[in-house]
Every structure is written in structure tokens, then in C-alpha cells.
């Protein structure tokens, strides 16, 4: 399981960085700036979940791995939204990309909080399901705080609630005699719904 948890944190971390750059391009930020919005949305959901739990320092700040895979690809995406024909087309492009990273890191990134919950207190599912949530979430949180926007978590068409579900799914199949792994049950859950959300502008009830 270390391994798989491994995997989704990576995978997680990548997505929500390439995220933030993007957010930081769009705002027209210098490369530093790029940087700051890439690291608070790739690892500030899992601080927040560490600290938690009590786990001093926090995994991500253990070693130089992620912040390396982060300053990585915030300098790959500054240095192809630099060229000339990405100036052209960054429009759609981004939009598409952003939205489908987005959509990586908050199934990646449910699937290692519920999973660390699940770790540290299996008899507590509102735990469980809170930190997946708060691990999925709270990076996007502290990226568009920076960028000087509401999160999108408060305005989004269905963003939290896919995280909120696939940490039910990932605690009642850890829970029950499920053959599938769980963890690629909840990583699929979110993704899926997630995405059904942005093809049909599922929404949330609003005050209009």
C-alpha cells in the first residue's frame, strides 16, 4: 500500500501543480510567482492533512522529491506558454488542461487523505472522509487565495462533493469484504464524477 499511496501522492502532486502554473500563466505571474501558486496547490492540502494527524514535518517537506517535481513542471509549463504559438492557442488549451489536471489531483489526492485517516483512525469515518476532502481541496484553496479569486471550491460546479463521496466509497469498501482495491475504486469515483460534472455544468443550488 505504501507503494500505491506512493503513486497516487505523485500523481496528485504533478496534476495540481501543472494546475497552479497554469493559474499563475493566467494571471500573468513571473516565474517565481508560477512557482508559489504550484507548490500551495500541490502540497499545501497534504501540510494541512499532516498536521492533522501529527505528522511533523509533513510528508512533502520531508525530503526535496516533490518540491523538485514541482519546481519541474512550473518551469516546463512557463517555458512552453513562453513560445509564440502557445500564446496563440493558450486560450481553450489551458482551460481543457487545467480543468482536467484539476480533476487528476482531487481523485488523487482524496484517495492518499482518506487513506492516511483511514491509517491513523479507522473507527472515525467522518475523519476519514473530512481529510480526503480537506487533502483534495485545500491546496486549490490556498492557490486561488493567493491569486486573488474566490476558491473554486465555494463557486465551482460540483467540486468538493466528488472528494466528499469518494471518501464514503473509499471508507465503506476498506470497511466491507470488497474484492476491488479501494483505492482505485474512490480514485475512479471522483474522477468520474468530477468529470460528469464539467461535460454537463452540474451545479449546486445557488442564491440568485
Known sequence: MDIMWYIFDMLGTVAFAISGALVGVAKKMDIFGIIVLALATAIGGGV??????????????????????VCGVSFIVFFIY????????????????????????????TVTGASVGYAAYPELPVFIVLLGTITAVGGGILRDMLAQQIPSVLKEDVYALPSIIGGVAYYLMRHGNWTFEPAYGAFMVVLVIRLLALYFHWSLPKVR
Open 48 to 69: 494541512i492533512r499532516d498536521c492533522l494527524v501529527g505528522h511533523f514535518p509533513p510528508n512533502s517537506l520531508q525530503g526535496m522529491a516533490y518540491v523538485l517535481v
Open 82 to 109: 513562453r513560445t509564440r504559438y502557445y500564446k496563440q492557442v493558450m486560450g481553450l488549451w489551458s482551460r481543457r488542461s487545467y480543468m482536467m489536471a484539476d480533476a487528476l489531483g482531487l481523485a488523487s489526492f
